[in-house]
Nanobody
Framework: VQLVESGGGLVQAGDSLRLSCAASGSTFSFNSMGWHRQAPGNELEVVAFITSDVGHSNYADSVKCRFPISRDNAKNTIYLQMNALKPEGTAVYYC??????????WGQGTQVTVSS
């Protein structure tokens, strides 16, 4: 399974970015897909996830209402629209894709830096 992440960069506080994660290489349907992030000196945290069927999504409280997650099943791609970015949003963002309840894959990470 290959995951290609894109969309990170350097922005100012209040700006927006859209992250993308395209998954390929599995003969199975991709189940839940989502994003984690790890800020310098902090633990990895879940940002948002979305299921494959009805597109049910879950969010960390810190990003709820600002970071809508969406999914294009035809392209096996998810998007994280990050609005009103804050300096504490500076982190490496990782995509995770679940193939089965016991098997998942991670992307290489994309850096997001928010200056104040």
């Amino acid at each position: 399974v290959q995951l290609v992440e894109s969309g990170g960069g350097l922005v100012q506080a209040g700006d927006s970015l859209r992250l993308s994660c395209a998954a390929s290489g599995s003969t199975f349907s991709f189940n839940s897909m989502g994003w984690h992030r790890q800020a310098p000196g902090n633990e990895l945290e879940v940002v948002a996830f979305i299921t494959s069927d009805v597109g049910h999504s879950n969010y960390a409280d810190s990003v709820k209402c600002r970071f809508p997650i969406s999914r294009d099943n035809a392209k096996n791609t998810i998007y994280l629209q990050m609005n009103a970015l804050k300096p504490e949003g500076t982190a490496v963002y990782y995509c995770e894709v679940w193939i089965t309840p016991h098997e998942s894959y991670w992307g290489q990470g994309t850096q997001v830096t928010v200056s104040s």
